[in-house]
């Protein structure tokens, strides 16, 4: 997979004196359906997470409190997407090396995912995902 296909996608923005409301839903604000979603949280300064790659599994990640790095990889290029809102996140599509560093105290990451969680489906060495044919 090319790392263009990754993108920043802006969700509904409901503004009100109450406060503010953003939703998404499959299909519509995202490019998939969802079966799965999970959240990372209470990680410790410095820590990184994912370090993997997903044969089938897509996924749309909010920074829904704080902020943090989503790293991801082709094998050509890097990119470095900064989350620190929860009206926006960033598709990853198939076969895109990626990790998540840099949180701040309290963030939060949501991820929605487009299958349920199958450790098959993952490449967990860089060596191995750069000898996968391209998707
Ligand atoms: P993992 O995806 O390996 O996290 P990271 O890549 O950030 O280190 O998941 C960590 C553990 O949690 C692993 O043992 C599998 C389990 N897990 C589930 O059971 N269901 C899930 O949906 C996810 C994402 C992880």
Redesign the pocket.
């Known amino acids: 997979m090319d790392i263009e296909f990754a993108k920043i996608i802006d969700l509904p923005k409901v503004l009100d004196e109450r406060g503010n409301l953003s939703f998404l839903e499959e299909n519509k604000h995202i490019p998939f359906a969802i079966k799965?979603t999970?959240w990372?949280y209470d990680v410790p300064g410095g820590e990184k997470?994912?370090?993997?790659s997903y044969k089938k599994n897509q996924e749309f990640i909010i920074a829904m409190s704080g902020s943090f790095d989503v790293v991801l990889a082709d094998r050509n290029k890097t990119k470095v997407f900064s989350l620190n809102r929860s009206y926006y996140g960033l598709y990853v599509p198939i076969g895109l090396w990626r990790h998540?560093e840099n949180f701040s105290t309290n963030s939060l990451a949501f991820?929605v995912?487009s299958e349920d969680?199958d450790?098959e489906d993952?490449i967990r060495e860089y060596n191995e995902f750069l000898l996968t044919p391209k998707i």
């Open positions: 799965r999970y990372i997470r994912g370090g993997h998540l991820i995912a969680y450790a993952y």
